[in-house]
T-cell receptor, first 110, second 113 residues
Framework: DAKTTQPPSMDCAEGRAANLPCNHS???????VYWYRQIHSQGPQYIIH???NNETNEMASLIITEDRKSSTLILPHATLRDTAVYYC???????????FGTGTRLLVSP | KAGVTQTPRYLIKTRGQQVTLSCSPI?????VSWYQQTPGQGLQFLFE???????NKGNFPGRFSGRQFSNSRSEMNVSTLELGDSALYLC????????????FGEGSRLTVL
């Protein structure tokens, strides 16, 4: 079963920041937080992952709370191409499967 | 680098038949995972192979099987197809690093009639 809770849908205006929340209150100390997104009819795309420190790459920023029970994915300047389903996943190292929940459907509008 | 390549992209089978799907991982990636995506169940893990050995397996019946070759290419097979096996089958590869990111292919869309 998925270990994360996400809102089913969110809207964002083009050019604005999109902040996607995720709750993972049962996360273990050795589990990372991963974010993937899936644009319609394509395979999921890796966005970012982190353990306990905030992370930033060319796509997004990941903010993890100090108690690690929740996190926020930030797309700083959303574009129409960011419309997708965003999945927040917690996963330990080793050969552990990714357990996808239902994700958040983000709609970016002009 | 070329991405993860899956073949065929689309296929139609009838109940009772079997199907084999192929996945070529990114060059240098030794781990290959398979996922099934359906509208009702979402994305579900099938199995993962590393260096030709199955390292993890999801909750699917024995009709679903896979293998990995010495060049890291992988195949999955579904025997005695059922209508419920209609799905998008996704392959993903990653480097040997245990918590490395997964790179997904575009998937093979199977329709069972």
């Amino acid at each position: 079963d998925a270990k994360t809770t996400q809102p089913p849908s969110m809207d964002c205006a083009e050019g604005r920041a999109a902040n996607l929340p995720c709750n993972h209150s049962t996360i273990s100390g050795n589990e990372y937080v991963y974010w993937y997104r899936q644009i319609h009819s394509q395979g999921p795309q890796y966005i970012i992952h982190g353990l306990k420190n905030n992370e930033t790459n060319e796509m997004a920023s990941l903010i993890i709370t100090e108690d690690r029970k929740s996190s926020t994915l930030i797309l700083p300047h959303a574009t129409l191409r960011d419309t997708a389903v965003y999945y927040c996943i917690v996963r330990a190292t080793g050969f552990q499967k990714l357990v996808f929940g239902t994700g958040t459907r983000l709609l970016v509008s002009p | 680098k070329a991405g993860v390549t899956q073949t065929p992209r689309y296929l139609i089978k009838t109940r009772g038949q079997q199907v084999t799907l192929s996945c070529s991982p990114i060059s240098g990636h030794r781990s290959v995972s398979w996922y099934q995506q359906t509208p009702g169940q979402g994305l579900q893990f099938l199995f993962e192979y590393f260096s030709e050995t199955q390292r993890n397996k999801g909750n699917f019946p024995g009709r679903f099987s896979g293998r990995q070759f010495s060049n890291s290419r992988s195949e999955m097979n579904v025997s005695t197809l059922e209508l419920g096996d209609s799905a998008l089958y996704l392959c993903a590869s990653r480097e040997a690093d245990a918590h490395g990111e997964l790179f997904f292919g575009e998937g093979s869309r199977l329709t069972v009639l």
